[in-house]
């Protein structure tokens, strides 16, 4: 990998064992951190990485240079802010629930209601107490909604690890949803839905620390 391959990075799909084999973003993202070359670095949130690595993948041959540039704004988007995960999934799916096919649509409609009773329950709200943006995205696929509220109310049925499990799959069926889609323009949604999902880790990073200045520091001219 030489200079101006860093200065004007060519992303391709899936997986690759080291740079002469190709790169995808997370994997550039690895090496610009200066971390092992992975496409699963500890430099990034690791629902954002997932959300990067399939845009990578979903994107065309074509588009997916318009996503080089932003490879160095997930470095260091690292927060453990609880609201993160279903902050970010729901995101996604809001792009994809009214473009996707009707079976993707069921899946992404129950990841969503889950998502958003557990960010009712981090908030303190009730639990069908559910954010604007997604009552309108849900509302414009009522056959979806209808069936997805009913499966969750089902009290009995065992609710699998959201962040581990729901989230990373409700990212991918949302990316892939979008890339197959009879829609205009594939490649800007799924653009835009990763620069959406970036803003959104980015909103929960901690405020830094003031930098403590000693008195004795602190020069005065007159």
């Known amino acids: ?45 690791p629902l954002l ?13 074509s588009g997916r240079s318009r996503l080089a540039p932003l490879i160095p704004s997930v470095i260091g988007l690292t927060p453990d802010d609880p609201h993160v995960v279903p902050r970010v999934t729901a ?7 009214p473009v996707v096919s009707q079976e993707r649509q069921y899946i992404l409609a129950v990841a969503l209601l889950v998502g958003e009773r557990q960010l009712a329950a981090l908030d303190g709200r009730p639990p069908d107490d559910i954010e604007p943006e997604s009552v309108a995205v849900l509302q414009a696929v009522p056959q979806a909604t209808k069936w997805a509220r ?15 499990r729901t989230a990373p799959r409700a990212v991918s069926c949302a990316v892939e949803g979008i890339s197959q889609a009879c829609v205009p323009n594939p ?3 799924l653009y835009q839905l990763l620069l ?20 004795e520091a602190v020069r005065f001219t007159v």
Request: hydrophobic share 35%; charged share 25%; proline share 9%.
């Open 150 to 164: 009913s499966f969750t109310a089902r009290t009995h049925r065992v609710t699998p690890d959201f962040a581990r």
């Open 91 to 97: 995101r996604c799916i809001r792009h994809a629930l």
């Open 1 to 45: 990998m030489n200079n101006l391959d860093l200065a004007v990075p060519v992303l391709s799909r899936g997986k690759h064992r080291s740079p002469r084999k190709g790169a995808c973003f997370m994997e550039f993202a690895s090496y610009l951190a200066g971390e092992p070359w992975s496409d699963h670095p500890a430099c990034t949130h």
């Open 49 to 61: 990485a997932g959300v990067a690595r399939d845009v990578n993948d979903c994107t065309s041959d």
């Open 196 to 215: 959406d999902a970036i803003a959104e880790t980015k909103a929960w990073m901690p405020a830094p620390k003031p930098v403590a200045v000693e008195p």
């Open 187 to 189: 490649d800007d949604r």
